[in-house]
T-cell receptor, first 112, second 114 residues
């Protein structure tokens, strides 16, 4: 089955700096890669996703890049703000396996 | 409010007991997924139902079972509970079972087994 590895497990940045979280996946059939943000006491919330026919997608301060050859994808957050502090999860799924396989999560702390 | 409702929010029970967790999906969503989140295991897929039928099973223990009812709400039953079953249990829903798209998660049920 699919295996998703996520790094780093914790990340601290100064407010205004950029943050990058990286994930690798094992199943070359995977074609959908969402990112979720989980705040304390809440369920994960979808923040951005990318499909395998696209190399990059941007939504305001967040962007995701996908390298299918290397089987890795990354989340980029620019101009970080304290409210970006949360746990971020990457995930992957293939067309035949609708369920998402999640990475282990990254605790992002934005220091004011 | 995500539109996915999970009850109860918190549950404390003793080892050996049985509990039922409930999930109402977002209006119009036919798929329900259950995930277990523990500190050292991340988000682990348990089971997927689509329009009342089981579609996929993940790392779900035999002591656990689930079903999805005609009104599309789902229940996760956990029996013979052990201390290690303490975790957050999330339900998520999506519109279709094959279209690729993001899930909408509920706020979870925190289960504590003592």
């Amino acid at each position: 089955g699919e295996n998703v590895e996520q790094h780093p497990s914790t990340l601290s940045v100064q407010e205004g700096d950029s943050a990058v979280i990286k994930c690798t996946y094992s199943d070359s059939a995977s074609n959908y890669f969402p990112w979720y943000k989980q705040e304390l006491g809440k369920g994960p919330q979808l923040i951005i996703d990318i499909r395998s026919n696209v190399g990059e997608k941007k939504d305001q301060r967040i962007a995701v890049t996908l390298n299918k050859t290397a089987k890795h994808f990354s989340l980029h957050i620019t101009e970080t703000q304290p409210e970006d502090s949360a746990v971020y999860f990457c995930a992957a799924s293939s067309g035949s396996a609708r369920q998402l396989t999640f990475g282990s999560g990254t605790q992002l702390t934005v220091l004011p | 409010d995500s539109g996915v409702t999970q009850t109860p929010k918190h549950l404390i029970t003793a080892t050996g007991q049985r509990v039922t967790l409930r999930c109402s999906p977002r209006s119009g969503d036919l798929s329900v997924y259950w995930y277990q989140q523990s500190l050292d295991q991340g988000l682990q897929f348990l089971i997927h139902y689509y329009n009342g039928e089981e579609r996929a099973k993940g790392n779900i223990l035999e002591r656990f079972s689930a079903q999805q009812f005609p009104d599309l709400h789902s229940e996760l039953n956990l029996s013979s509970l052990e201390l290690g079953d303490s975790a957050l249990y999330f339900c998520a829903s999506s519109a279709h079972h094959r279209d690729q798209g993001g899930y909408t998660f509920g706020s979870g049920t925190r289960l504590t087994v003592v």
